[in-house]
């Protein structure tokens, strides 16, 4: 019988639970597994079998075996929605989220969260790859705190960039989370992405260059039909029609990308655009020099278009 209770907990991606064990066999099957070292204890009545990898995702199902009135949340709800920037360790704690009056406590392996309201039969749970797991926009919004200042912004710029969420659902989530620490860059953040800066460096650009007053208004993301498609300037000075482009290494070096930025930097001169491009070295280690090399640009347009 001790070998039919591993088959049990082998199919199950090497986890069984006590309650589990009881139900198909005798107490003395499953207190001789655990004796023999055959089965591992993970948590109260949560076991593995002894010797499988205790990686990450086997550890989340764990918990929640040990938790079933918790949801994944924090940084491990941003991991299964794929958002997280960092890799984390399988020995660093599981966050979870569960009701405020729930007598859960965190232990070592386990970092336990109480909310008010919170179920996981609510609106604020779903499932996703077989674990419960709080929504996209609750992990990206708790996530912050959590991250790196160098992390931090990357999970919600990518899940408004890839419209995976919307900036209303964002705002409404920090709503909701009042206490949460950084709410207000969390607003200005949404605020900028949805306007339409699509990356660090667009950001970066907006909040050092693009916003210096020696430079007239531009647009972020503006709209332009060609014949073959429709395209989007990174920053578009209307008056003087120049296009500033952002060349981000990990896009811009790929094989054959230089030679479509050609293309589409020759469709728009010949619509009377101009694209002045800046390689992210040089933008983000020369900010000062940028600002005036574009303003001699654009002041160069402004006089030639009025001559």
Same mark, same amino acid.
């Given at each position: 019988?001790?070998?039919? /209770?591993?088959? /049990?907990?082998?199919?199950?991606?090497? /986890?069984?639970?006590?309650?589990? %064990?009881? %139900? &198909?066999?005798?107490? =003395?099957?499953?207190?001789?597994?655990?004796?023999?070292?055959? $089965?591992?204890?993970?948590?109260?009545?949560?076991?593995?079998?002894? +010797?499988?990898?205790?990686?990450?995702?086997?550890?989340?199902?764990?918990?929640?075996?040990?938790?079933?009135?918790?949801?994944?949340? =924090?940084?491990?709800?941003?991991?299964?929605?794929?958002?997280?920037?960092?890799?984390?360790?399988?020995?660093?704690?599981?966050?979870?989220?569960?009701?405020?009056?729930?007598?859960?406590?965190?232990?070592?392996? @386990?970092?336990?969260?109480?909310? &008010?309201?919170?179920? *996981?039969?609510?609106?604020?749970? *779903?499932?996703?790859?077989?674990?419960?797991?709080?929504?996209?926009?609750?992990?990206?919004?708790?996530?912050?705190?959590?991250? %790196?200042?160098?992390?931090?912004?990357?999970?919600?710029?990518?899940?408004?960039?890839?419209?995976?969420?919307?900036?209303?659902?964002?705002?409404?989530?920090? &709503?909701?989370?009042?206490? !949460? &620490?950084?709410?207000?860059? !969390?607003?200005? /953040?949404? %605020?900028?992405?949805? +306007?339409?800066?699509?990356?660090?460096?667009?950001?970066?650009?907006?909040?050092?260059?693009?916003?210096?007053?020696?430079?007239?208004?531009?647009?972020?993301?503006? #709209?332009?039909? $060609?014949?073959?498609?429709?395209?989007? @300037?990174?920053?578009?000075?209307?008056? #003087?029609?120049?296009?500033?482009?952002?060349?981000?290494a990990a896009w811009h070096g790929q094989s054959g990308q230089r030679e479509r930025d050609l293309r589409r930097d020759a469709a728009l001169l010949a619509r009377g655009i101009l694209v002045v491009r800046y390689s992210h070295r040089r933008f983000v280690a020369e900010p000062e020099l940028v600002v005036r090399e574009l303003g001699d640009i654009l002041a160069h347009r402004r006089v030639g278009r009025t001559g």
């Open positions: 019988m001790r070998r039919d /209770l591993v088959a /049990l907990a082998l199919a199950d991606g090497g /986890l069984v639970t006590r309650a589990h %064990a009881l %139900a &198909r066999w005798p107490r =003395h099957v499953l207190d001789d597994a655990l004796n023999a070292g055959v $089965l591992q204890r993970l948590h109260p009545g949560v076991y593995v079998v002894a +010797g499988i990898p205790l990686d990450r995702p086997l550890l989340r199902r764990a918990a929640l075996a040990y938790l079933p009135a918790a949801a994944l949340s =924090h940084v491990d709800a941003l991991d299964v929605w794929g958002l997280c920037p960092t890799v984390l360790r399988a020995a660093a704690p599981i966050h979870l989220t569960a009701p405020h009056a729930s007598h859960a406590v965190s232990r070592r392996s @386990l970092v336990v969260h109480r909310r &008010r309201g919170f179920g *996981v039969n609510s609106s604020t749970v *779903v499932k996703r790859d077989g674990l419960r797991v709080v929504r996209m926009e609750q992990a990206v919004v708790e996530s912050w705190p959590l991250l %790196a200042a160098a992390d931090r912004r990357a999970p919600l710029i990518e899940a408004l960039r890839a419209r995976r969420t919307t900036a209303d659902r964002l705002l409404a989530t920090v &709503r909701a989370n009042r206490c !949460i &620490r950084g709410a207000a860059e !969390i607003r200005e /953040l949404v %605020a900028l992405v949805d +306007g339409g800066c699509h990356s660090e460096l667009e950001i970066w650009g907006h909040e050092r260059v693009f916003s210096d007053p020696r430079l007239p208004p531009s647009i972020r993301q503006h #709209e332009v039909a $060609l014949d073959a498609c429709t395209v989007f @300037l990174d920053r578009y000075f209307p008056d #003087e029609r120049v296009d500033v482009e952002l060349d981000g």
